[in-house]
């Protein structure tokens, strides 16, 4: 049997995490990662590949196309490359993923690409999505009007990286990221594959003891709390209703949810193995209580639950100025790594106490 390709997307600058997940998972094998990216092959794909946690989404590769350019004539090449779609095959290995039959009611095509073209992703996406709608005997949604589409739609996906296009199609009913665990939202809350690949890159082990003192909705714990690694997790928000956002999205999770505040933390010295958590230095949320009065307070916090041999993972939005910071607090970055999100280009940081 000839090994099936995948293609999962993700956070800009998180690839390499997502592409240890997939070997971890033992889902195939990596092939390449792009912008966004993670091609792997495997041999036959089944519902795993829907447990992906640092993954935005997961799609099998439908084809892939060379050429397209900036001119319009791209769009005739892309309609043409429907025909070498495997459609049955696709549609098979899909309910095999998906644990149940295709069923859709339609079908539904989001384009995008990088650069100036000389055509709309909507003209990519009514390029692809009527021939494909026509092979599928389904109608076809078309974006344009601005109207979402319906449920139960077979989603596909055109990316355009310079002159190559990949015509893919979602595994999942719905995209990977949206989780349905979280029944409550705040300004400032995490993207959850972002907030997975953090706790990923915190390396996590069992028994190993977590802290988020910056907890918000609870993404971070909760994320930490499904990854399949036997932690003891402590999450705390010097807001009460971001904590009782978090308990209400942690249902089913053993984390330990507190309203505490950073700068003050009810955890003992030298108890915590791994810090996961973006604190309150972002565009949507200012610092409260102790962090706004006295913000190095959080590094003089940090350094004393963190154990001799501990780390903390933290999403910045200004690393540089952070890091002379926690410098003088005893902690030193051992690794950095930019990420995009939503326009902003914070950094993901490892912090680990300078014996
Ligand atoms: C960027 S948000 C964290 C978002 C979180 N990761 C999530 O997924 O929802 C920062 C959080 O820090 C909290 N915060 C602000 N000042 C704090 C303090 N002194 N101690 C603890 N938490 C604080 C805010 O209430 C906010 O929930």
């Known amino acids: 049997m000839t090994a099936t390709r995948l293609v999962a997307r993700t956070v800009r600058g998180i690839e390499r995490v997502l592409a240890g997940e997939v070997r971890d998972r033992g889902l195939g094998t990596v092939e390449q990662l792009d912008h966004r990216e993670v091609w792997f092959r495997c041999p036959d794909p089944g519902p795993g590949v829907l447990d992906l946690r640092c993954a935005d989404d997961v799609f099998l590769v439908g084809t892939v196309v060379h050429g397209v350019g900036r001119a319009r004539s791209g769009l005739r090449l892309l309609a043409d490359a429907v025909k070498s779609v495997p459609v049955p095959e696709l549609l098979a290995?899909?309910?095999?993923?998906?644990?149940?039959?295709?069923?859709?009611?339609?079908v539904d095509v989001s384009a995008s690409f990088l650069g100036r073209r000389n055509f709309t992703r909507y003209d990519v996406e009514d390029a692809v999505g009527e021939p494909l709608a026509t092979a599928l005997g389904l109608p076809y949604h078309s974006r344009r009007a601005g109207v979402a589409p319906p449920a139960d739609t077979l989603a596909w996906r055109v990316t355009l990286t310079g002159d190559r296009a990949l015509l893919a199609l979602r595994i999942g009913r719905r995209p990977l990221h949206r989780r349905r665990y979280r029944r409550v939202s705040l300004p400032g809350a995490l993207h959850p594959p972002l907030a997975a690949a953090m706790v990923r890159l915190a390396g996590p082990f069992d028994g190993a003891r977590l802290l988020d003192p910056c907890c918000g909705v609870g993404t971070v714990?909760?994320?930490?709390?499904?990854?399949g690694t036997a932690l003891s997790i402590v999450a705390g928000d010097v807001n009460p209703a971001a904590v009782a956002a978090a308990a209400a999205n942690g249902v089913g999770t053993a984390v330990a949810w507190t309203l505490a505040d950073a700068g003050r933390l009810p955890v003992a010295s030298g108890s915590v193995d791994l810090v996961v958590t973006n604190p309150p230095?972002?565009?949507?949320?200012?610092p409260a209580g102790t962090l706004a009065r006295r913000p190095p307070r959080f590094w003089t916090e940090l350094r004393r639950v963190l154990r001799p041999d501990g780390r903390a993972v933290l999403l910045v939005p200004d690393?540089?100025?952070?890091?002379?910071?926690?410098?003088?607090?005893?902690?030193?970055?051992?690794?950095?790594?930019?990420?995009?999100?939503?326009?902003?280009?914070?950094?993901?940081?490892?912090?680990?106490?300078?014996?």
Not at 93 to 105: E, F, I, K, L
């Open 319 to 355: 690393a540089a100025a952070l890091l002379a910071g926690a410098a003088t607090h005893g902690l030193t970055p051992v690794a950095r790594r930019a990420v995009s999100l939503s326009g902003a280009h914070p950094e993901v940081v490892t912090l680990e106490p300078v014996p």
């Open 221 to 227: 714990a909760v994320e930490a709390a499904r990854s």
């Open 93 to 106: 290995t899909r309910a095999r993923c998906a644990g149940r039959p295709a069923g859709a009611v339609a």
């Open 281 to 286: 230095w972002g565009r949507q949320v200012s």
